[in-house]
């Protein structure tokens, strides 16, 4: 990677920081192709649906960097910083990760785009209540964030994710379709 990225910290590279920006756009973007067909592959070698692995394995290795930034800043007495930065990652997640793809998809393929998955309506109204739990839960906390919240959270993460994941499984009935056809089966 340093053969392709320029150094703009150095003074030699300095007016190269658009040519950083853009080849670190590069990098990350084949990283995440990378783990998204890795992830893909090993769910079908184990049999594991798409949305189960997207759900669990995607989803954590992805937001590793944001806990490491919630971390450094909850060290540093900036508990408020921490929640922005989850609440506006996922927004930002939801909303323009999901959205920019699907419209530009739209508008050059003029097709839409089926999600074949009902599963999807129950965890989003999962995902709602989570976000209305964490509200109400960080008001009866007294707006603190210490052990015993975070256990809280982390035993509503895991209800979530058993949740979600019993939905996609057809466990309350059939809301996932079998998966798409593929040649490699």
Same mark, same amino acid.
């Given at each position: ?22 080849? @670190? ?6 990283? @995440? /192709? ?30 590793? #960097? ?33 959205? %920019? #793809? ?13 999600? /074949?998955?009902?599963?999807?309506? /129950? @965890?989003?109204?999962? %995902?709602? @209540? ?14 603190? %964030? ?10 509503? /993460? ?18 996932? #379709? ?8």
């Amino acid at each position: 990677m340093f053969i392709t990225v320029p150094d703009c910290r150095k003074s030699f590279w300095k007016k190269w920081y658009i040519v950083t920006f853009v080849m @670190s756009l590069v990098w990350i973007s084949g990283f @995440s /192709y990378l783990l998204v067909w890795m992830i893909a592959i090993i769910g079908h070698t184990l049999n594991i649906p798409d949305t189960i692995m997207g759900l669990t394995f995607m989803a954590a290795g992805v937001s590793v #960097p944001d806990v490491i930034a919630s971390l450094i800043v909850a060290k540093d007495g900036l508990g408020d910083m921490a929640v922005s930065n989850a609440v506006g990652s996922n927004v930002f997640d939801i909303l323009l990760c999901l959205g %920019l #793809p699907w419209f530009l998809d739209a508008v050059i393929h003029n097709d839409i785009i089926e999600v /074949y998955s009902e599963g999807l309506v /129950y @965890s989003s109204i999962t %995902l709602l @209540s989570t976000v209305f739990f964490l509200l109400i839960a960080t008001h009866l906390n007294g707006w603190k %964030l210490d052990k015993k919240f975070g256990v809280i959270l982390i035993i509503v /993460y895991l209800m979530f994710m058993t949740l979600s994941s019993l939905y996609e499984l057809n466990v309350f009935g059939n809301v996932h #379709p079998p998966e798409c056809f593929t040649l490699y089966d």
